[in-house]
């Protein structure tokens, strides 16, 4: 059983203080892999908050990236 935090619980209050990091490259690579495939349409369902338009942004930043953009 997992462990659940409630927002009474110290556990809760340390991880609202904390900087959280979430890796978003596994969308890249899975993105790569269906790109020019049938499957090559995702559906991102996550809650409220949870990252959608930051992910997405990430994801046209990576494929609009040109070399000029890059520093050179």
């Known amino acids: ?8 619980n110290e556990n809760c209050r340390m991880a609202l203080n904390s900087q959280i990091y979430v890796d978003k490259t596994e969308l890249i690579a ?12 995702l ?9 959608k338009s930051m992910a997405a942004h ?6 609009n990236l ?3 953009s890059a520093g050179n």
């Open 1 to 8: 059983m997992g462990i659940y935090l409630n927002p009474n």
């Open 30 to 41: 899975y993105t790569n892999l269906v790109l020019k495939t049938e499957q090559r349409f």
């Open 43 to 51: 559906c991102v369902s996550r809650p409220r908050r949870f990252g």
């Open 66 to 68: 040109s070399p000029i």
């Open 58 to 63: 990430m994801l046209a930043a990576y494929y």
